[in-house]
């Protein structure tokens, strides 16, 4: 089914903290003067028509780290490491040029309005909604923050963790079980490198056994693409490979199917409360939808900077 047509830009201030009505107006005008109601053409270029460049967006490396300030897509400096090397990032976080030729469209048309934090955000819902998923209101008004945390970044949650270490990380930014079911749905689309999951293939017990949680089919395709040797560490497989460019709920049907791609995807079946999740999103795509927009609007909040905290960037890469 197509996604609905949508008739303008839904922007929303209404979860974030209160700041100044001046502020919000000028962010608005000048989304509308970048992004013309009914020109769906420019409103794929915001959104990314390319599946390879959504993900520096989407991925919560942006989002959990000191929060949604775009510190992510600093580059290094001789005061600050960025983020973008930090290993749950590094030749993962992908797209930052789609980000820079957005923000310089938006600097022309209006100067220092609209940050690169809300550019990022507001990219985010627009990759899901192009690829056939949700659209739901994004709260805007964030500013940019004044530097990065690489080793912040490095705390992200990892594939190779335990669910609860997961969970923990998600419930100490204000987020809980459901988000974190809901949200990693996201891997419904993209592709994971090898070794993110090689691990579960060849030797997963120490006695030469792959993961019992495997599919035996999904296995077999795995092994092809992911030989047991160190150059196939960066080859990419699909995260969800029935439906790998469209955003759905087959990524819980994989679940089911003890087809999840990586340990901390498979995972969620292990725990009951989080397979009770799974079962029902898998079953129900509407209800997946509406949870993964409530669940982003959330992600999104987290550590905002607004009022005269941070800055408007004029360059994404840079502090001013
Ligand atoms: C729950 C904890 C999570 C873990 C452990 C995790 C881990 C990973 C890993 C290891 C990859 C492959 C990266 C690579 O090989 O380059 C990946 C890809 C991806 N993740 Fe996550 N992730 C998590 C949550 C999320 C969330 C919350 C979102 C967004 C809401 C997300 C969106 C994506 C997307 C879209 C890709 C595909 C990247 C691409 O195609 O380039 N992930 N994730």
Redesign the pocket.
């Known amino acids: 089914m197509d996604a609905p047509e949508v008739q303008s830009i839904e922007t929303s201030t209404e979860n974030l903290p209160p700041q100044d009505d001046e502020q919000d107006k000028a962010i608005d005008e000048c989304l509308d003067i970048q992004i013309p109601n009914q020109d769906r053409s420019q409103r794929k270029q915001v959104g990314f028509s390319s599946?390879?460049h959504?993900?520096l967006v989407?991925?919560?490396g942006s989002?959990?780290t000191a929060g949604c300030e775009g510190s992510v897509l600093l580059d290094d400096t001789s005061t600050f490491t960025g983020e973008k090397t930090a290993t749950?990032n590094k030749?993962?976080?992908?797209g930052f040029e789609v980000i820079d030729a957005i923000k310089e469209n938006v600097e022309k048309a209006c100067p220092s309005t609209v940050s690169c934090a809300d550019i990022l955000t507001l990219a985010?819902r627009e990759s899901v909604y192009l690829t056939g998923g949700p659209y739901w209101p994004v709260p805007l008004g964030r500013r940019d923050g004044l530097t990065a945390n690489k080793a912040a970044a490095n705390e992200?949650?990892?594939?190779f963790?335990p669910l609860k270490n997961?969970t923990a990380?998600?419930i100490s930014k204000g987020l809980d079980l459901k988000?974190?079911v809901v949200?990693?749905?996201?891997?419904t689309?993209?592709?994971?490198?090898c070794?993110?999951?090689k691990q579960r293939l060849f030797d997963f017990d120490g006695a030469g056994n792959p993961d019992p949680t495997l599919d035996a089919s999904l296995l077999t395709n795995l092994r092809t693409v992911c030989p047991n040797q160190n150059d196939s560490d960066t080859n990419?497989a699909s995260?969800d490979a029935t439906t790998t460019n469209k955003f759905d709920n087959n990524y819980f049907k994989n679940l089911v199917n003890n087809s999840g791609l990586?340990q901390?995807?498979q995972a969620l079946m292990g725990d009951n409360t989080t397979a009770l999740f799974v079962m029902n999103y898998s079953k129900f795509p509407f209800l997946f939808s509406r949870d993964?927009g409530i669940?982003?609007v959330k992600?999104g909040n987290i550590g905002v900077l607004t009022g005269q905290d941070g800055e408007i960037r004029k360059n994404c890469r840079m502090v001013n």
Do not use: C, N, W
């Open positions: 599946i390879r959504k993900i989407f991925y919560p989002k959990q749950p030749d993962s976080v992908r985010a992200l949650p990892s594939p963790e997961i990380k998600f988000d974190v949200l990693s749905g996201a891997h689309i993209g592709f994971a490198q070794f993110t999951f990419l995260l990586l901390s995807d993964f669940s982003m992600m």
